[in-house]
């Protein structure tokens, strides 16, 4: 067995036949197979039964009457049982059209990756299925915040929580997965380094049957997000927090020195910025310094960003008092809030953002020609 499209399901009765009559068609020259791990509280698995007995493609069905870890529990409970080690992962509505199914599988079989993932961002998808305006914006910030999150493991993933790739499944620890809801893929690049391939593919419209999103989806994806990333951004708020007493009790020495409250306030600012900057350095980051620019570089980004977000932060505030008429209390948290995910968000994607692969800088190639020539062998 080549290849073992795995299809886990709720409730997708209508569009079974039609999926599988596409899915036979798009994968003649591949000896393939396709499990279906179903959820489903309709006759989803019957009518997957009796099309196994009509198709030509082996066509199994695994039904679940818990469902435990929801779609990316149903995921790897379908790597278990798949025939083959190369495993393509597809939703059963036709959002992935089975016709990239062979992309995806020759793009694999180039041997340099251990994931392809079908990117809805690569040069040449598009997003047909996302018409609805509101549902692009959630699924590109939600996609920012979580490379945010997974600076290195993501950087070479445009869209980290699509649900169509193609994997090598001895290439992950299936018991180390802990799958909530829907994003295995991310629960799979977050948990182990892999080689990252992407093809393209247009998110096409749902054949039939309501879509699964919901507010619950949501809120099980921020689970997800948090519970693979909890220790770094808490670890950031902590500083953060650290750096928020500090400024205060250096406002107040200085003040009580007769040092104007302006200047206290400057002086204070800037010495937490600098403090916060050299703990996130050595507690936070530490991991991402040795793929990142140089240090000197990396406080540059981080000072002047610190400084240019308090001086929009600080208006903000007074917009919010004088304008909306909230208190100066409840103003200040609210921009404090979101100033600390900005300020992860930046700290993750530039700050320590990895160097790209090229040419090295002018200054570089210098100091390595004199340091070629210094070390040369000569002639006395």
Not at 58 to 78: M, Q, S
Not at 152 to 170: A, E, I
Not at 272 to 295: C, K, Q, Y
């Amino acid at each position: 067995m080549q290849l073992s499209i795995i299809v886990p399901t709720f409730n997708e009765a209508p569009n079974m036949a039609e999926l599988v009559g596409r899915i036979q068609h798009a994968v003649e020259g591949i000896d393939a197979e396709v499990i279906v791990v179903d959820d489903s509280t309709d006759d989803t698995p019957d009518v997957v039964r009796a099309l196994a007995e009509t198709t030509t493609i082996p066509l199994r069905v695994i039904h679940r009457d818990e469902r435990t870890g929801g779609l990316g529990g149903a995921v790897v409970e379908g790597f278990a049982a798949a025939q083959s080690d190369v495993c393509l992962v597809m939703d059963g509505d036709l959002q992935h059209p089975p016709e990239d199914i062979p992309t995806l599988w020759h793009r694999f079989g180039e041997g340099d990756a251990d994931v392809v993932v079908a990117s809805r961002y690569q040069s040449g998808g598009a997003e047909a299925g996302f018409a609805d305006k509101t549902r692009v914006f959630v699924s590109k910030v939600s996609t920012a915040v979580t490379k945010s999150m997974f600076p290195v493991r993501l950087r070479d993933v445009s869209d980290p929580m699509t649900g169509f790739f193609v994997l090598d499944r001895r290439a992950i620890d299936a018991e180390t997965l802990r799958p909530r809801g829907f994003k295995i893929l991310l629960e799979i690049l977050a948990r182990k380094p892999l080689r990252v391939a992407e093809v393209p593919f247009t998110f096409a419209d749902r054949h039939a049957g309501d879509s699964k999103a919901s507010v619950r989806q949501g809120v099980h994806f921020l689970s997800q997000l948090t519970a693979l990333r909890f220790g770094k951004m808490s670890l950031f708020a902590i500083i953060g927090g650290v750096g928020a007493i500090a400024n205060l009790v250096i406002v107040w020495a200085l003040t009580a020195m007769g040092v104007d409250y302006l200047v206290a306030a400057i002086i204070a600012a800037e010495v937490t910025i600098i403090g916060n900057f050299l703990l996130i350095e050595r507690f936070v980051f530490h991991d991402m310094r040795g793929a990142a620019s140089g240090g000197w570089m990396r406080f540059a980004k981080s000072f002047g960003f610190n400084n240019a977000e308090a001086l929009v932060r600080i208006p903000l505030v007074a917009l919010l008092v004088e304008s909306w008429h909230v208190s100066a209390v409840l103003a200040t948290g609210i921009t404090l809030v979101l100033a600390f995910f900005v300020r992860f968000v930046f700290h993750s994607l530039v700050v320590y953002a990895p160097r790209k692969a090229g040419a090295p800088s002018v200054g570089r190639r210098i100091v390595e020609e004199i340091d070629d020539l210094a070390s040369a062998p000569g002639e006395l």
